[in-house]
Protein backbone atom coordinates (compact mmCIF):
# COMPACT_ATOMS: atom_id res chain seq x y z
CA UNK A 1 0.00 0.00 0.00
CA UNK A 2 2.80 2.27 0.70
CA UNK A 3 4.01 1.91 -3.22
CA UNK A 4 0.06 2.93 -4.20
CA UNK A 5 0.35 5.71 -1.90
CA UNK A 6 3.75 7.49 -2.81
CA UNK A 7 2.50 6.92 -6.69
CA UNK A 8 -0.37 8.25 -5.94
CA UNK A 9 1.11 11.60 -4.44
CA UNK A 10 3.26 11.45 -7.39
CA UNK A 11 0.56 11.70 -9.94
CA UNK A 12 -1.11 14.66 -7.31
CA UNK A 13 1.72 16.44 -7.77
CA UNK A 14 2.55 15.93 -11.52
CA UNK A 15 -0.93 16.86 -12.65
CA UNK A 16 -1.12 20.12 -10.82
CA UNK A 17 2.38 21.47 -11.29
CA UNK A 18 1.83 20.45 -15.79
CA UNK A 19 -2.26 21.84 -15.58
CA UNK A 20 -3.02 24.01 -12.11
CA UNK A 21 -5.21 23.37 -9.36
CA UNK A 22 -8.19 23.83 -11.06
CA UNK A 23 -8.08 20.72 -13.76
CA UNK A 24 -6.59 18.52 -10.45
CA UNK A 25 -10.04 19.60 -8.51
CA UNK A 26 -12.15 18.31 -11.98
CA UNK A 27 -10.38 15.54 -12.44
CA UNK A 28 -10.66 14.53 -8.42
CA UNK A 29 -14.96 15.74 -8.56
CA UNK A 30 -15.39 13.89 -11.91
CA UNK A 31 -13.68 10.31 -10.62
CA UNK A 32 -16.04 10.82 -7.39
CA UNK A 33 -19.17 11.59 -9.59
CA UNK A 34 -18.36 8.64 -11.42
CA UNK A 35 -17.61 6.17 -8.25
CA UNK A 36 -21.33 7.78 -6.87
CA UNK A 37 -23.04 7.28 -10.10
CA UNK A 38 -21.61 3.78 -10.57
CA UNK A 39 -22.46 2.60 -7.00
CA UNK A 40 -26.10 4.23 -8.04
CA UNK A 41 -26.35 1.51 -10.93
CA UNK A 42 -24.69 -1.14 -9.79
CA UNK A 43 -25.76 -1.95 -5.96
CA UNK A 44 -29.53 0.14 -6.95
CA UNK A 45 -28.87 3.09 -4.36
CA UNK A 46 -31.40 5.74 -5.15
CA UNK A 47 -30.02 9.26 -5.47
CA UNK A 48 -32.32 12.28 -4.66
CA UNK A 49 -33.25 15.42 -6.38
CA UNK A 50 -31.22 17.31 -4.23
CA UNK A 51 -27.91 14.95 -4.57
CA UNK A 52 -28.29 15.48 -8.84
CA UNK A 53 -29.04 18.97 -8.08
CA UNK A 54 -25.88 19.63 -5.99
CA UNK A 55 -23.73 17.53 -8.51
CA UNK A 56 -24.95 19.82 -11.43
CA UNK A 57 -24.13 22.51 -9.26
CA UNK A 58 -20.42 21.29 -8.88
CA UNK A 59 -19.89 20.96 -12.22
CA UNK A 60 -21.38 24.16 -13.67
CA UNK A 61 -19.21 25.86 -11.01
CA UNK A 62 -16.15 23.69 -11.89
CA UNK A 63 -17.02 24.12 -15.69
CA UNK A 64 -17.57 27.76 -15.41
CA UNK A 65 -14.07 28.48 -14.05
CA UNK A 66 -12.19 26.50 -16.37
CA UNK A 67 -13.75 28.56 -18.59
CA UNK A 68 -13.03 31.53 -17.47
CA UNK A 69 -9.27 31.11 -16.76
CA UNK A 70 -9.07 30.01 -20.14
CA UNK A 71 -10.72 33.03 -21.89
CA UNK A 72 -8.53 34.92 -19.39
CA UNK A 73 -5.34 33.52 -20.46
CA UNK A 74 -6.21 33.58 -24.05
CA UNK A 75 -7.02 37.17 -24.03
CA UNK A 76 -3.52 38.05 -22.08
CA UNK A 77 -1.81 36.03 -24.85
CA UNK A 78 -3.61 38.03 -27.65
CA UNK A 79 -3.10 41.36 -26.01
CA UNK A 80 0.71 40.56 -25.66
CA UNK A 81 0.98 39.30 -29.37
CA UNK A 82 -0.69 42.64 -30.16
CA UNK A 83 1.85 45.04 -28.30
CA UNK A 84 5.06 43.09 -29.57
CA UNK A 85 4.51 43.86 -33.32
CA UNK A 86 4.17 47.35 -33.58
CA UNK A 87 2.79 48.41 -37.11
CA UNK A 88 4.06 50.89 -39.07
CA UNK A 89 2.11 52.50 -41.73
CA UNK A 90 3.81 54.64 -44.73
CA UNK A 91 1.86 56.64 -47.27
CA UNK A 92 3.19 56.88 -50.53
CA UNK A 93 0.90 60.04 -50.91
CA UNK A 94 2.36 61.87 -48.37
CA UNK A 95 6.22 61.46 -49.25
CA UNK A 96 5.61 63.60 -52.71
CA UNK A 97 3.69 66.14 -51.22
Not at 33 to 46: E, K, N, P, Q, V
Not at 58 to 64: A, K
Amino acid sequence: TAITSASGQISIFYTIQQFGPIVFTTIMTTRQMLSICLSAIIFGHRLSTKAIAGAVLVFLVLFDQIRRKYTKSSEKKKNTEAKAVPMMVVSKDSDTE
